[in-house]
């Protein structure tokens, strides 16, 4: 019988880590700006990027990019 293909839910945590997210950026339009106030959160790329419906590296990029603005 070949085996199922399971679907990870995410946890608890993480669901309260996801919408904490969500909350501190709803007011913020801008995704570069929104993606620097996850990094200081302490949210890591691939997860701001899939926040922000993004590429991982995006938030690194709108992190460098901040002094160049």
């Known amino acids: 019988m070949p085996k199922r293909k399971t679907v990870e839910t995410p946890d608890a945590q993480e669901r309260i880590a996801r919408a904490l997210a ?3 950026v709803k007011d913020i339009t801008d995704k570069e700006e929104a ?3 996850l990094l200081g959160m302490g949210y ?3 997860t701001i990027g899939g926040l922000l419906d993004v590429g991982p590296n995006f938030a690194n990029v709108a992190k ?3 002094g160049t603005k």
């Open 22 to 24: 969500v909350i501190a």
């Open 35 to 37: 993606a620097r106030r």
């Open 44 to 46: 890591d790329s691939p």
């Open 64 to 66: 460098a990019r901040k």
